[in-house]
């Protein structure tokens, strides 16, 4: 019997022109009921938001859909070695799990 997979609703915020690239590989990990947004970053410019490393973010795009936590986190480790997470102002990914799921 093998054991239950674990679902997470994972979303990941990066610039517009990677939309295409993520929406990708979304699907080549099997993620389902994908949602894309066009989004605006909120800090606006000036001396408190830069006092803790935060930037004016203008043109990104938030993509979220449900997939196992195995498939989730093959994918955000990619997304940091290939798409360079890791770096600022390149994207974030996160991961919430999913208790129960009613349709």
Known sequence: MSSPKHIVYLTVITPRNKKDVIIDLLLQHEAQIIDTSYARG??????????????????????????????????????????????????????????TLFY
Do not use: H, M, W
Not at 63 to 88: H, V, Y
């Open 42 to 99: 909120s800090v606006t410019a000036g001396s408190l938001p830069s006092a803790f490393g935060l930037t004016e973010e203008k043109n990104r795009v938030i993509s979220s859909c449900l997939l196992s936590q195995e498939k989730a986190d093959k994918l955000i480790e990619l997304l940091n070695r290939e798409q360079g997470f890791t770096e600022p102002n390149t994207g974030i990914a996160y991961t919430v799990p999913v208790e």
